[in-house]
């Protein structure tokens, strides 16, 4: 039994609460958000699957599909930073309706070379890297806004789940709907319908009333600004911490993404309907973990979710390469789901909820790099792999990998309670008594 500091059981009061899982939405501006982005995320997966079907019905190359990933995520790795820069720095609603114009633009340039027949690898690679390049000012930038959109901050953490059951409740509908529409009238729709559904995203943004906030003085150069949050996230452990394990497995957890079409095409001998229900399996167990979470009272017990999450994700790629039935592939990717959203929506949780607010652009661009700029260095390793060893062992590896850093954070669980607990007792989650030697270690936040 755990007591929280306030004389009661943390366990019990951690148990979801199901009726408060749409808390979140009583905020207009936040529901403007969810439903304009809601849309838009539904056109950005269709074009992911189609896309990546497209690479592999033009080169039959599993290299290529690593090369092109890589491509997308790149930037991510190289400008997140700098953007976590300016999203301290400038008006982030803005920013906002700037990025996401220029991805509709880049979606409707992608279905008119398809359309026309005239689309070459080449041209998705170069269409790719500057999808990356606005991706990685769009990521920490949407991040942070979560904060300016929320006005009760007891409701960050639901708003924050329920972000995530967004984009894996569009990760469901999405790839269904790709790989219906690629069967029949080809790839070109769904890149089409992605370029419209930015549409009610921007609407969305321009429709807020944001009240201004205090923006990072510019009087300093950007790479002052830059080094001043990057030593900010590496000398704090939990964050650090954090940051590293969501790395690790964004790396190693990329590959069963990246080689679906191998999976769906060569091993399970389907087609596009075939990727896009593998996918929406995926995404079935994502938004069943986003909405576990967004049922949760408050952060406390985050760090053994984020520990036994990992350790599902990794044991259950595990399963997936060995799969050879189309039905188990399927389950084990609900499972892997929802252990992959268990560890990304807890981590971006935890860390939202211990950043100091003036640092919280730059710090949410390094959980961009660690979250998505490792994708393509992930690409490159599962096409690499792939080649060498073929796609099924490949996810093997790399699942192992997964569950072997989830034993490691698990392992320095104790150590990074003990830092977290005083923020939470500022912030008045914990109490003070909680801070009384022999609780320390039972009842952090992340505990």
Request: proline content about 3%; aromatic content about 10%.
């Amino acid at each position: 039994m755990e007591n929280d500091g306030n004389g009661g059981d943390s366990r019990s009061e951690q148990r979801p609460r199901w009726k408060s899982v749409l808390r979140a939405l009583r905020h207009r501006n936040y529901q403007l958000f969810f439903f304009g982005q809601g849309v838009s995320q539904v056109g950005t997966w269709m074009q992911r699957v189609a896309q990546g079907w497209l690479v592999y019905d033009l080169t039959h190359s599993k290299l290529q599909l690593g090369v092109v990933g890589f491509s997308t995520y790149i930037f991510t790795f190289l400008a997140a930073p700098f953007a976590g820069v300016l999203a301290d720095r400038m008006n982030r609603r803005r920013l906002l309706i700037v990025i996401q114009s220029i991805m509709m633009i880049q979606a409707f340039a992608l279905a008119a070379l398809t359309w026309t027949h005239a689309v070459t690898v080449g041209q998705i690679i170069a269409l790719s890297m500057i999808l990356g390049l606005v991706s990685a000012f769009d990521v920490p930038v949407r991040q942070s806004f979560v904060v300016e959109m929320i006005e009760d901050k007891a409701d960050l953490s639901n708003a924050i789940a329920l972000n995530s059951v967004l984009f894996n409740g569009a990760k469901l509908v999405g790839p269904s709907i790709a790989g219906a529409l690629v069967a029949m009238v080809g790839e070109a729709a769904c890149f089409g319908l992605n370029g419209a559904s930015f549409l009610a995203v921007i609407a969305a943004l321009f429709a807020m009333r944001v009240r201004p906030r205090e923006t990072l003085a510019q009087r300093k150069h950007v790479f002052h600004n830059l080094w001043e949050g990057l030593l900010y996230a590496v000398r704090f452990a939990p964050i650090r911490a954090l940051l590293f394990q969501l790395g690790i497995v964004s790396l190693l957890g990329s590959s069963y993404a990246v080689l679906m079409p191998v999976f769906a095409k060569d091993i399970l001998h389907g087609g596009p309907q075939t990727l896009g229900l593998l996918m929406a399996a995926s995404g079935v167990g994502a938004a069943a973990g986003a909405l576990t979470l967004a049922a949760r009272k408050d952060v406390r017990g985050l760090g053994r979710v984020i520990a036994a999450s990992t350790f599902l994700f990794g044991i259950s790629l595990i399963g997936f390469g060995l799969s050879r039935s189309f039905a188990l592939s399927a389950f084990l990717l609900v499972l892997a789901g929802f252990g992959m959203m268990g560890q990304m929506a807890s981590c971006n949780t935890v860390i939202q909820t211990i950043v100091d607010e003036d640092k919280r652009g730059r710090v949410m661009s390094f959980y961009t790099v660690a979250l998505m700029g490792m994708m393509p260095f992930g690409s490159l390793l599962a096409g690499a792999l792939a080649n060498w060893i073929g796609a099924s062992w490949a996810v093997v590896l790399c699942g192992g990998g997964c569950a072997l850093a989830a034993l490691q954070f698990a392992f320095r669980l104790p150590a990074l309670r003990k830092d977290v607990l005083p923020i939470y007792v500022r912030l008045g989650i914990a109490s003070e008594t909680a801070l009384a030697p022999i609780p320390v270690v039972e009842n952090s936040p992340l505990a």
